[in-house]
Each structure stands twice: as structure tokens, then as C-alpha cells.
């Protein structure tokens, strides 16, 4: 099975970018379809994007369409999530999480193996 371990979060200003990097081992990336996911304390996960196993095909959350890149790196087994004009509702932790067939690409419930999350926060 895939492990999952997230980095790059950290604390940024209004508008500011920020890239956050979901490395996989244990299996090849590409095997999976991968997705980023938040949560913030007392509310339920939110789907934030995905990739498809190819690499090729994308999915984004309305919130963060147009502002948030997600992309599969084979060669180095990983999954990055570009964040670009963030915004303070962008904050919350950030999951990293991976299923070999989702049913949804869009439901957080699709997904089986998850990383411990990496916070990112937008001030204001």
C-alpha cells in the first residue's frame, strides 16, 4: 500500500502563494489517483482537488478554481498543490489522500490512504 506524507504548509499573508507537496512511497504515485483535502477544526472535510493516475486529467473544488494548480511529479513520486491568491477561508490542515479507484473524485470518502496533514494559514 501507498504511505503519505505531507509538507510545505506554513503561514502566509492575504493574496500570498504557497506550494504543499504530498510525496508518496511504498507504491508508485502514478498507480493512484490522488487528492488534496482540508479540514478545519469543528467543520467536515472539503474536497480541495485531484488528480486522475495518469496525470492528465484534473478536478478542483469551485473555491479554488482558478487559483490552485494540482500536479503529479512521477519522477520524483509526488503530488504538488500550488496555491496561488490565498485567501483567509483557505486555511485549515491539508490532506494529502490517495485511492487506486475512487468512486467520487469529489468526495472525501473516496479516498483510502491518507498522510497526517500539514497546516496552512492565511492571515489577514
Known amino acids: 500500500q501507498v504511505r503519505l506524507t505531507e509538507s510545505g504548509g506554513g503561514l502566509v499573508e492575504t493574496g500570498g502563494s504557497l506550494r504543499i507537496s504530498c510525496a508518496a512511497s511504498?507504491?508508485?504515485?502514478?498507480?493512484?489517483?490522488v487528492a488534496w483535502i482540508r479540514q478545519v477544526p469543528g467543520k467536515e472535510r472539503e474536497f480541495v482537488a485531484a488528480v486522475e493516475w495518469s496525470g492528465l486529467y484534473t478536478h478542483y473544488a469551485d473555491s479554488v478554481k482558478g487559483r490552485f494548480t494540482i500536479s503529479k511529479d512521477k519522477a520524483t513520486n509526488a503530488v504538488d498543490l500550488q496555491m496561488n491568491r490565498l485567501k483567509p477561508e483557505d486555511t485549515a490542515v491539508y490532506y494529502c489522500?490517495?485511492?487506486?479507484?475512487?468512486?467520487?473524485?469529489?468526495?472525501?470518502?473516496?479516498?483510502?490512504?491518507w498522510g497526517q496533514g500539514t497546516q496552512v494559514t492565511v492571515s489577514s
Open positions: 511504498g507504491r508508485a504515485v502514478d498507480s493512484y489517483a
Open positions: 489522500a490517495a485511492s487506486l479507484n475512487p468512486l467520487s473524485y469529489y468526495s472525501p470518502n473516496s479516498y483510502d490512504y
